[in-house]
């Protein structure tokens, strides 16, 4: 699903960001990134999700060598990623079903078949009852299972989520990590960065550790399928 292949990344001024990064991540893999602050797990997303190119090496993505893609494939390359972030990105002026929906209104789905979505993504992530509320009047947990249903409404192959938990207590971390289990299990591939060492050791999955841009363990003998 993922393939990074003697990846380096470097910004101007020289700043080298990740350094001959080499795993792979199979399909229905679930696998933490983790690494301390400015060790690299933010530039290998944004280089996941093509918001940056890598400055050597090759990065596949579902077969395809994002050091090739065309700029008018992006938006449809990125219709297959579900990104969750640590602080949700929700919009207050609308209600959450119609923040689950926006994804699916680019895309140019109908609406008889946005809604059935939205209310299949909505149930997974059990807020099928608060879909007509403003997320302003919801938890801090259900505002996250409400950008998770919002990444997973167009049913992507590969989900990642950028310090997820950072705000959140050991409990619903623990229940937002149970629902990735749920999407990793049907399938979808998921990438979790974080630092929270405690929620990486109760998981007991793959870990992929960066080190002031460096690989320094990925878990594995040789990963899944690119």
């Known amino acids: 699903m993922i393939r990074f292949d003697h990846v380096s990344k470097r910004y101007p001024g020289g700043f080298e960001a990740l350094l001959d990064v080499d795993f792979q991540l199979g399909e229905g893999e679930f696998a933490f990134l983790t690494g301390h602050s400015g060790a690299g797990k933010s530039t290998l997303l944004k280089l996941i999700m093509l918001m940056e190119k890598a400055s050597a090496g090759q990065v596949f993505v579902n077969g395809q060598n994002l050091n090739r893609m065309p700029r008018r494939q992006l938006p449809y390359f990125r219709r297959n990623i579900g990104v969750v972030f640590q602080d949700h990105q929700l919009l207050f002026d609308r209600n959450v079903f119609e923040n689950v929906a926006l994804p699916l209104q680019v895309a140019g789905y109908n609406s008889h078949d946005a809604a059935r979505r939205v209310r299949a993504a909505l149930d997974k992530v059990g807020l099928l009852k ?97």
């Open 130 to 226: 608060k879909e007509n509320q403003n997320p302003v009047a919801l938890s801090g947990g259900e505002q996250q299972r409400v950008g998770i249903a919002r990444a997973v409404v167009n049913k992507p192959v590969l989900l990642l989520a950028d310090e997820p938990t950072g705000n959140l207590d050991p409990d619903l971390s623990a229940e937002i990590m149970n629902l990735f289990e749920l999407f990793s299990q049907v399938g979808t591939s998921v990438l979790v960065a974080t630092h929270d060492l405690e929620l990486i050791n109760r998981q007991k999955h793959r870990v992929i550790k960066l080190d002031q841009g460096r690989l320094v363990d990925d878990g594995t003998d040789g990963g899944g399928k690119p």
